[in-house]
């Protein structure tokens, strides 16, 4: 028996260690090859860089790129502790890393790139810093609202809300229509055991809300001339809450990776999520009728123009690694217009420039859609969900621990606790949007 | 031996009269017990099977369609062998260190071969009270150049909390007749080849308890080389498992498969030597 | 042979205590161990305690010495906080060990008759132990999913349904469970071992003197496991003490599952405090544990029996 087990043993090691050596495949290049190491959270977008792999490679054979990309839960603390170790060379980033120093002091410094050109003013200004710009943006994601369209016609409902009470009146409907609210049907999918994903529902609503009655009211809120007390804010959680009593039994309990897939079986009505999750739905099923409409949070039909949008996400370089020239490579193939159309073919975002073109329907419909007034969106307003007080203050909302104005107030008061903290990116953001204030 | 002869001499008897009430019970709660147990796995093993549609519309159900592609699909990313060998070369090294280095203390120690012995046993085992932090751990690992290095992770598993193993090395140890290395070393046997080749082979019962604690506590571990190996091609199995639940969220049937495909080898072999384990940690807790 | 006592008298101070034996070398042989007590123990306990006095925070340029302030913090502006982790991690230890004990318990009686097959039962329940926390937290994630789990189907069954793990009044005690399904059958190897160092002689005896089965159990087996019990409720309790893995893999500390330990771990790692404050943390919790562990040493180990 002991043999049989100790024979085996050697076996897998020795397969294993030929496993290992043949790996080093290759095409017909003889140089000495170097390791990119990069590290992304876009799991969505699996697919693609496989592809890009293949194809930065065969341009640049002298690079090894080793990438690994992990969900948006775990990401900052493994990016982390890479980049204590040193190994990584290539990490995505977001205009909200600005706010922390851990990764503010190491990333690289790319406006001498030959990469800006034709870029969104708005993109431009999210990934500066200062004077100089360190991420290079790879897409824009909104907070929309992805409707069923064969059950709405089902339900009923001939024409999309354009007013809060419309929007109530439809979830109703589809209530009724459904028979009531289980796990498996509902008005609204929603996946919070991460709890991370409450965000963007509670930016979406924010943006007919706040933005519609006062444009600068980041910047006042920057400027200290209101604080997260304001009636708006209060507004904002009293809607969350109603839109969130149409949420899925067990919405809190389930994992934000099931809710793209559950969506597209067409058992439920809508999905407020971040434009994101089009690929998913694609994936999961290609022939699913979906739908967007303007998340109608205002009572004032005239006021929900607004589609909030924002910088989803880039790469930075690592300062100090040594590898910075091949990371720069990095990035100027990938910012390439022929690499980038092809990422948005692929992995349906939001385009960075006016070169690229949405080719899904859905997706030209969020990015591209001259109906709407584009603003940013609230977590890039102002930053105020780097320590997460947000999150845990909204879904005690949701789960009933705490009434609304609870919620905001402790909302307001974390939220003066860290004004200090954030007092230099405050500073920056004002001179960045708003120039001809400072 | 004895006592299990007699059992099963008893055991022949009671099974000629009828099952008593106990018996039914004993057997209802054995086969409540294996369902408890067996379930989830089932659950695993179905859902690895499926297509992603077919989880989504019919997440209880057993399997319609086998996909076979799910295991193929997941293989390449896994990069299981790798991984597995890293995770058995580590074990095996914080093992043999956490096994032979308590032996050479608690061998001097116990037979009080050196004045002052009795102190240094009282220090080892008060070291089982010192605090620590993860943050002190962290930085004391990286400048001993630990850090980012499966030395330096054998190093920190194997020489990690030898208190408990010297402690119960030393109690074992006491109950061996000292005749045999008294009279060894009066005839110049080296002291430490006397302690490999004599004492360790009387010591099999504690040593494979360490063993299988040091096995399972390394192999569980995916926290340490999350935190201590950042590099992927250190990565052991669990971490490995760990990583690839985060970029494959999104396909539960995929993940499944992934869970299958990590756990079958261990599954195997435990089922092979599970005796030898169970055994070995029976006696040493007995003596212990 | 040990000196006589003359001979100790006479020399003034003697390292050796065998004269076979050179005592230079036994203490080489207890090297590595105090090397490795000294790197792995020693060192971060002082340089915890170092840190705790100052507000470190990656960079020892800009330390300062900030005296008790790290102390003070605990009671007053981390307070809300800490204690709700303590309580949680309280709440969630007092729901596992004892469970944990009966369910290994009952486990290693019902293995311990001699059956056919019993050693493939024995295996299937120590089997969660080899798959890893990582596996089992995923196997609990789609047992307790609000959809394609079967409990959420049998409540659904009744026309409930519930969110699980995502509900904060239950998520802990769920985890519990999953700590108690994954834990018992280790736990039944050491009660297992007790149980077969018990002779045999002393049911038969009891038997012929008409005890019946459950006298049997509260009257022998009980005060016989004694030394089991001990070595399972130690370990039970420093893992739940210590307990952050679970936690991490199923919710991540949402939803009202903070442990302590977990918490220690969360802000280590996300670095949301200075490493003098983290540092303090822990050195509160560690006199917390220890406290706990030396009192059960000492209501226990008395209470040993002695065979």
């Known amino acids: 028996m002991k043999k049989i087990v100790t024979l085996l043993i050697c076996c897998l090691t020795c397969f294993s260690l030929l496993l290992t050596s043949c790996k080093k495949e290759k095409n017909g290049y003889d140089g000495p090859v170097t390791e990119l190491k990069v590290l992304n959270f876009r799991v969505e977008d699996k697919d693609f860089y496989k592809w890009f792999e293949k194809e930065f490679e065969k341009e640049n054979p002298d690079i090894d790129i080793i990438y690994e990309s992990v969900d948006t839960t775990n990401y900052s603390t493994l990016l982390q502790s890479r980049l204590t170790a040193g190994e990584v060379d290539v990490f995505g980033s977001q205009p909200t890393f600005f706010t922390s120093e851990t990764y503010t002091s190491r990333m690289e410094d790319l406006s001498d790139l030959d990469i800006w050109d034709g870029m969104y003013d708005f993109v431009l200004k999210e990934c500066t810093s200062g004077e100089n710009k360190y991420i290079a943006p790879t897409n824009v994601v909104n907070g929309v609202v992805f409707y069923n369209k064969k059950l709405f016609a089902d339900a009923g409902i001939t024409s999309l809300p354009t007013t809060w009470n419309e929007f109530v009146q439809v979830c109703e409907t589809l209530k009724t229509h459904l028979g009531g609210i289980s796990a498996d049907k509902a008005p609204i999918i929603n996946g919070l055991l991460d709890s991370w994903p409450i965000n963007i529902l509670v930016d979406t609503v924010e943006a007919n809300i706040v933005r519609a009655e006062n444009p600068d009211w980041f910047y006042d809120l920057a400027t200290g001339e209101t604080d997260m007390s304001d009636p708006l804010v209060t507004e904002v959680m009293t809607k969350v809450k109603k839109i969130s009593e149409y949420f899925e039994t067990g919405a809190t309990g389930m994992q934000y990776s099931l809710v793209s897939g559950r969506f597209a079986t067409g058992k439920y009505g809508m999905m407020i999520d971040g434009s994101w999750q089009l690929s998913q739905i694609r994936a999961a099923e290609p022939d699913f009728e979906v739908g967007t409409f303007i998340l109608p949070t205002n009572n004032v039909a005239a006021k929900n123009v607004n589609m909030c949008y924002k910088t989803g996400g880039g790469f930075s370089v690592v300062k100090g690694t040594g590898n910075e020239a091949n990371s720069k490579r990095f990035i100027e193939f990938h910012m390439r217009d022929d690499v980038m159309q092809k990422y948005s073919d692929m992995c349906k975002m939001g385009p960075v420039k006016d070169a690229i073109h949405s080719t899904d329907p859905l997706a030209k419909e969020f990015y591209s859609n001259s109906a709407y007034t584009y603003v940013t969106l609230a977590e890039n307003s102002f930053v105020r969900g780097m320590p997460g007080y947000l999150t845990t203050e909204v879904v005690n909302l949701i789960t009933g621990r705490t009434s609304v104005d609870d919620a905001v107030s402790n909302i307001a008061k974390t939220h003066n606790n860290y004004s200090t903290v954030w007092a230099a990116y405050v500073a920056d953001w004002i001179r960045l949007n708003y120039p001809d204030r400072v | 031996m004895e006592i299990v002869k007699r059992g099963r001499a008893v055991t022949k008897k009671r099974n000629r009269r009828k099952m008593t009430a106990g018996d039914i019970f004993s057997l209802a709660m054995l086969i409540v017990f294996s369902a408890m147990m067996l379930y989830p796995l089932l659950l695993i093993v179905n859902i690895a099977l499926k297509s992603y549609k077919e989880f989504l519309l019919e997440p209880l159900k057993i399997v319609q369609k086998i996909r076979w592609e799910n295991f193929s699909e997941v293989w390449e990313d896994l990069d299981v062998f790798h991984r597995v060998w890293n995770t058995i070369y580590m074990a095996a090294g914080a093992c043999l260190l956490g096994a032979v280095i308590p032996m050479l203390a608690a061998f001097p120690i116990s037979r009080n071969h050196f004045r002052g012995a009795g102190k240094v046993y009282m220090f080892i085992l008060s070291s089982m009270f010192f605090p620590g932090s993860l943050v002190a751990s962290i930085t004391i690992a990286k400048a001993l150049h630990l850090y980012n290095s499966p030395i330096g992770m054998i190093i920190m598993w194997g020489a990690g909390g030898p208190a408990m193993n010297v402690f119960m090395m030393v109690g074992f140890i006491k109950s061996l007749p000292r005749d045999l290395d008294d009279a060894a070393f009066i005839d110049g046997c080296s002291y430490f080849r006397y302690i490999i080749q004599m004492a360790l082979p009387l010591l099999l019962p504690i040593v494979s308890t360490i063993i299988v604690f040091k096995a399972v506590g390394v192999w569980n571990d995916f926290l340490s080389p999350l935190i201590y190996l950042p590099n992927a091609k250190y990565r052991t199995i669990s971490t490995g498992l760990y990583m690839f639940m985060g970029s494959y969220t999104n396909e539960w049937p995929l993940l499944a498969c992934a869970i299958m495909i990590i756990a079958s080898p261990m599954v195997v072999l435990y089922i092979f030597m599970q005796r030898y384990i169970i055994e070995g940690m029976t006696a040493g807790a007995l003596k212990g | 042979m040990a000196l006589s006592g003359e001979d100790k008298k006479r020399r003034k101070f003697s390292f050796r205590t065998y004269p076979s034996v050179n005592p230079w070398l036994a203490f080489l042989g207890t090297v590595p161990v105090l090397v490795s007590i000294i790197v792995f123990g020693v060192l971060p306990a002082s340089l915890t305690i170092v840190m705790s006095f100052t507000d470190y925070d990656g960079n020892w340029a800009t330390a300062d010495f900030v005296g008790l302030k790290n102390y003070f913090n605990f009671f007053t502006v981390l307070k809300t906080d800490v204690f709700s982790y303590l309580w949680t991690t309280l709440k969630y230890a007092l729901f596992t060990i004892l469970p944990l004990q009966i369910l290994a318990v009952s486990a290693a009686l019902l293995v311990n008759k001699n059956f056919f097959g019993r050693s493939f039962f024995r295996s299937l329940f120590f089997m969660p132990n080899i798959l890893g926390s990582t596996v089992i937290a995923l196997v609990w994630k789609m047992m307790f999913d609000p959809i394609s789990g079967p409990f959420a189907q049998m409540l659904a069954s009744f026309g409930k349904n519930s969110a699980f793990f995502g509900d904060p009044d239950i998520s802990l005690w769920l985890i519990s469970i999953v700590t108690l399904w994954s834990g018992f059958g280790f736990h039944m190897t050491i009660y297992l071992a007790g149980l077969q160092g018990i002779s045999r002689e002393y049911y038969e005896a009891a038997e012929i003197d008409g005890a019946n089965g459950w006298n049997r159990f509260v009257y022998i087996t ?9 070595i399972c409720l130690w370990m039970a309790i420093s893992g739940t003490l210590g307990m952050s893995d679970m936690v991490l893999l199923i919710t991540s500390g949402n939803y009202n599952t903070k442990t302590f330990a977990f918490f220690l771990y969360d802000i280590t790692i996300k670095g949301s405090m200075n490493a003098g404050q983290i540092a303090t943390l822990n050195l509160y919790y560690f006199v917390l544990t220890t406290t706990i562990m030396l009192t059960y040493n000492h209501f226990f180990r008395k209470k040993e029996v002695e065979l």
């Open chain 3, 222 to 230: 009980v005060p016989l496991l004694r030394q089991s019990v001990t």
